[in-house]
């Protein structure tokens, strides 16, 4: 079955250390993954695409098909990333899955 | 302005009432999407549209029912079979191919009075 697992609720780190935020994966074939944050009284966006290979705001996500993982990094977390980070496999015709998401709380 | 909007943001409903939550996009979207974010259960898929007049059950369908009659309109419809309502719904489109960027309105809160 196509699945995605973000193994944390919740991560806390302090300003200025690094961020991984875990992401795992289940799907036969190619995998187009992305990463959506909610930060707090905002609509859910799209953070990155693992396609595009760019870095937003600082942060970078890798696909490593042999790990099928997708985790977000940042090597120096801000107090403005607190946020809800949400991994997302598209699967199928037209059909999202999302992970549990993980709440990130950077610490001043 | 274009986006996703959907209407209206807070929502109170007796039990054994249904209700209809509002989705209009315009973005010229093919696909539109509901989901219901619980806490510590994220994104669950409740149904989603391809195309006009055609939908799909997703993940949680159950006590809820959907139409498409326009293009920009994938209204939801909480239904009083729905054991367990009370939820932030998130109505979402996308367009083609289908690996492109998922546009996200600002929810609703429903709660169950």
């Known amino acids: 079955a196509q699945r995605v697992t973000q193994p944390e609720k919740l991560l806390s780190v302090f300003k200025g250390a690094p961020v991984e935020l875990k992401c795992n994966y289940s799907?036969?074939?190619?995998?187009?993954l992305f990463w959506y944050v909610q930060y707090s009284r905002q609509r859910l966006q799209l953070l990155l695409r693992h396609i595009s290979r760019e870095s937003i705001k600082g942060f970078t996500a890798d696909l490593n098909k042999g790990e099928t993982s997708f985790h977000l990094k940042k090597p120096f977390a801000q107090e403005e990333d607190s946020a809800m980070y949400y991994c997302a496999l598209p699967s199928g015709t037209y059909k999202y899955i999302f992970g549990t998401g993980t709440r990130l709380k950077v610490l001043a | 302005d274009g986006g996703i909007t959907q209407s209206p943001k807070y929502l109170f409903r007796k039990e054994g009432q249904n209700v209809t939550l509002s989705c209009e996009q315009n973005l010229n979207h093919d696909a539109m999407y509901w989901y219901r974010q619980d806490p510590g259960q994220g994104l669950r898929l409740i149904y989603y549209?391809?195309?006009?007049?055609?939908?799909q059950k997703g993940d949680i369908a159950e006590g809820y029912s959907v139409s498409r009659e326009k293009k920009e309109s994938f209204p939801l419809t909480v239904t009083s079979a729905q054991k367990n309502p009370t939820a932030f719904y998130l109505c979402?489109?996308?367009?083609?191919?289908?690996?492109?960027?998922?546009?996200f309105g600002q929810g609703t809160r429903l709660t169950v009075v």
């Open positions: 799907y036969s074939g190619s995998p187009e």
């Open positions: 979402a489109s996308s367009g083609y191919p289908m690996n492109t960027e998922a546009f």
């Open positions: 549209s391809q195309i006009v007049n055609d939908f």
